[in-house]
């Protein structure tokens, strides 16, 4: 590209081939997007950025965070609450471009909700094109036949995105900026747990690591695409915030650091104490590497570029792809979340305790079957006992006959008549 044709170029040579830029530095956030406005602002004010410039505000003024602002206004107007007062400062920001494009300067803003928020199933797409609709477009010479050398297309827009190799990290950052935010307790696992895998939060949520998704959105809009790979860059004994100053807007750098340094390097991610055992941790970040794996294609992008490319997508020979809310989900059943969706309950569901329930299952059967068994014993038992029960009633009727059959034997024997008077017998002479 025209950074990298420069570096082999004299310098004299190399400012007459520079073609005017618009940059976007979209973050996302806890991947050095701060520290790095704040270096290009302070090489800014102090004119140190050669053609590029970072806009003012409507006061005058050059503050590192002020665009966040601008990404705030475009998300009021897509949700239809765009106060007047942020009407004025979208067409302050709009006529400002227009202005030092005019004047053949290259821009260059950031805002690390940018990248985030241009995901959002709510309003990313209104975000991202509210954006565009700001940029230099009118009288510029659209027309076709028009040689104008300063045409503005989006050939000359590039957006920038930081990209941290370990995924897990990255998501445990979010976490802790979150915390810190909202001044709470929560932990690693409420932070997961309490995520809504269909309906995800623009801010400070799983869209925020997801940067392939991110850098995927701007190129659906035709943009040109820069990550830059933090584990190669710090593999390279180089720093994220020098490089996109040195990399991306071809500053005058020497050692991978801007030569007129105003600050010390000033990325050093922060130790800090991890609440999630190893075997989740790797099981995470497994999950989120396949989450990567949906963007792989973007590999054969020719206005995708990896900067200190280490191994972005190494996994994706190995690993399925999956989806965002796929990914909520898996990891919440890593963590055993509560409330989790039916179906992740039914296919997720642990080995351990597929086999306790199968063993309760097995149990209750047996139980029921031995219950049915003493049933039919039960039966067997009262119906036998009817049967002897006649048994004996007819075998007394058998005995009440016979007795009286032998009595009425008797009687005959005694009287000879049953019925007639019993004989006399004769005196003797």
């Known amino acids: 590209r025209h950074f990298e044709f420069c ?5 004299l040579h190399c400012k007459m081939v520079k073609k005017q830029r618009f940059v976007l530095l979209a973050g996302p956030h806890k991947t050095a997007s701060s520290e790095t406005q704040l270096l290009i602002t302070k090489l800014s004010k102090t004119n140190l950025t050669e053609n590029f410039v970072w806009p003012r505000t409507p006061n005058g003024n050059i503050y590192f965070k002020q665009y ?9 107007e897509a949700n239809n609450t765009q106060t007047e007062k942020k009407k004025k400062s979208k067409l302050f920001y709009t006529n400002e471009f227009r202005s ?8 260059v803003i950031g805002a690390e909700l940018l990248g985030t928020a241009s995901i959002s199933p709510h309003f990313g797409e209104n975000i991202v094109d509210g954006l565009l ?16 050398k300063n045409h503005f297309s989006k050939d000359h827009i590039t957006v920038v995105l930081n990209f941290r190799m370990s995924r897990f990290d990255h998501l445990y950052s979010v976490s802790n900026q979150r915390k810190k935010m909202m001044k709470s307790k929560e932990t690693f696992h409420d932070f997961v747990c309490s995520s809504n895998c269909s309906a995800p939060r623009y801010k400070l949520d799983l869209p925020v690591i997801n940067t392939l998704a991110q850098a995927a959105q701007f190129r659906r809009k035709g943009l040109n695409v820069v990550v830059i790979d933090m584990e190669g860059v710090a593999r390279d004994g180089l720093d994220a915030t020098h490089t996109v100053a040195c990399e991306v807007l071809d500053l005058p750098c020497l050692n991978g650091e801007v030569k007129a340094k105003p600050i010390e390097k000033v990325f050093s991610p922060k130790e800090k104490k991890i609440t999630v055992n190893n075997e989740e941790r790797e099981k995470l970040e497994k999950i989120l590497q396949s989450l990567d794996c949906s963007y792989s294609y973007l590999r054969s992008d020719k206005n995708f570029t990896i900067l200190h490319e280490s191994s972005v997508f190494r996994s994706c020979d190995h690993y399925e792809p999956i989806s965002e809310e796929q990914s909520c989900e898996k990891m919440k059943d890593v963590l055993m979340c509560p409330h989790r969706s039916n179906k992740s ?10 086999s306790t329930i199968m ?7 047996q139980l029921n079957k031995t219950r049915a068994n003493v049933f039919q014993i039960q039966d067997n038992y009262d119906s036998g006992s009817q049967e002897f029960f006649y048994c004996y009633i007819y075998l007394a009727k058998g005995l009440i006959f016979f007795f009286l059959v032998w009595v009425l034997m008797f009687k005959i024997k005694k009287r000879g008549s049953f019925f007639g008077a019993p004989q006399m017998e004769g005196k003797r002479s």
């Open 100 to 107: 030092l494009w005019h004047q053949k300067k290259s821009i």
């Open 345 to 354: 309950l039914l296919h997720e569901i642990s080995a351990k305790r597929a």
């Open 133 to 148: 609709a700001m940029m230099p477009w009118e009288e510029n010479g659209n027309d076709a036949n028009n040689v104008y």
């Open 359 to 365: 063993t309760k299952d097995a149990q209750q059967q």
């Open 7 to 11: 570096r082999v170029l004299k310098k």
């Open 68 to 76: 966040a602002g601008l990404i705030n206004n475009l998300i009021h």
